[in-house]
DNA sequence: TAGGCCATCTGGTCCT
DNA sequence: AGGACCAGATGGCCTA
């Protein structure tokens, strides 16, 4: 679905990345703009977003490095932590069931896939717990050897569909996460 | 071309 | 004081 290529966790310099880089210049913006007093904001520039209206909130310098120094280092900073985001998130997506090469989930897909998931994996550990499997240790899959479309509709359908008139599945919304 | 998804920048707020 | 986290804004890329 998503045929777009997710900067590796570890990667700072995709194409991508060099293309915003070039194009926003952090480092020249945040030096010459800031360093000269004037922030450098496009919020200021379009007047939208929940910036307090200019000239009423001037936040404090610190009196140690020039705020665009700190800016660089926030901005980087915040580069990387969405970067481990996205890390933690190919790793939720490696241990779902398999899906076709080519099918990478988005971000969203992943997070609600995991949650039907999660769910499905209960509930088969109830029903293997209310019959007795469990001390048997026979009688259940492994989750990896399910296909995913068992998971995205579980068990008692056969479509999602069918799951959805059914309401046998708990609506997302539900319990959202 | 519109809409979805994404990376990045940014300022505010909370926490250590 | 400085870092982490968050949400809004922006613009690029891709697909229907």
């Given at each position: 679905m998503s045929p777009k290529v997710l900067c590796a966790s570890t990667?700072?310099?995709t194409s991508r990345d060099a293309v915003?880089?070039?194009?926003?210049?952090?480092?020249?913006?945040?030096s010459t703009a800031e360093d000269s007093g004037e922030s450098f904001s496009r919020k200021a520039q379009t007047g939208t977003g929940g910036e307090a209206s200019p000239g009423k909130h001037v936040k404090q310098r610190s009196r140690g490095e020039p705020r665009?120094?700190?800016?660089v280092k926030?901005?980087?900073?915040?580069?990387s932590r969405m970067h481990n985001l996205n890390s933690a998130l190919d790793a939720l997506r490696s241990i779902l069931p398999a899906l076709p090469e080519d099918a990478k989930l988005t971000k969203i897909e992943t997070?609600?896939?995991a949650h039907n998931y999660i769910w499905a994996l209960t509930e088969t550990l109830q029903m293997a717990d209310q019959r007795?499997?469990?001390?048997?240790?026979?009688?259940?899959s492994s989750p990896a050897s399910?296909?995913?479309?068992?998971?995205?509709?579980?068990?008692?359908?056969?479509?999602?569909?069918?799951c959805?008139?059914?309401s046998c599945c708990p609506p997302l919304s539900s319990h959202e996460v």
């Open positions: 990667d700072l310099h915003t880089r070039s194009r926003f210049s952090p480092s020249a913006a945040a665009g120094r700190r800016r926030a901005n980087d900073r915040e580069r997070l609600r896939f007795g499997y469990l001390q048997g240790g026979s009688g259940l399910v296909s995913s479309a068992e998971w995205d509709s579980p068990a008692e359908c056969a479509t999602s569909a069918e959805d008139r059914r």
